[in-house]
């Protein structure tokens, strides 16, 4: 069993920047893929980034450029840092992880981009 926790969600205005954490309960170097989808009102939940044990990362389009996936092994810690926020991005995000058999998801943070 995999718990995940996301933190840092919030309201920020277009053009700034947030930092998503996730925090899973066992060592995610035992979790082949870590990454972030997200879910606006009447969407259906869609990839933002993915990062595999070897470190190989995916970006949606709307991603590339602006947002960076990252994990830390030590602390067991998933990191989407997002930059240049535009509305569009405004969703719950939520955190997956992948052990090979199913997927784990986490209760999700809010994202609000809006001057």
């Known amino acids: 069993q995999v718990q995940l926790v996301e933190s840092g969600g919030g309201l920020v205005q277009p053009g700034g920047s947030l930092r998503l954490s996730c925090a899973a309960s066992?060592?995610?170097?035992?979790?082949?893929?870590m990454g972030w989808y997200r879910q606006a009102p009447g969407n259906q939940r869609d990839l933002v980034a993915t990062?595999?044990?070897?470190?190989?990362?995916n970006y949606a389009d709307s991603a590339k450029g602006r947002f960076t996936i990252s994990r830390d092994s030590v602390r067991n810690i998933v990191t989407l840092q997002m930059n240049s926020l535009k509305p569009e991005d405004t969703a719950v995000y939520y955190c997956?992880?992948?052990?090979?058999?199913?997927?784990?998801w986490g209760q999700g943070t809010q994202v609000t981009v809006s001057s």
């Open positions: 997956l992880a992948n052990n090979g058999y199913r997927d784990y």
């Open positions: 066992v060592r995610i170097s035992s979790i082949n893929v």
């Open positions: 990062i595999s044990n070897g470190g190989s990362t």
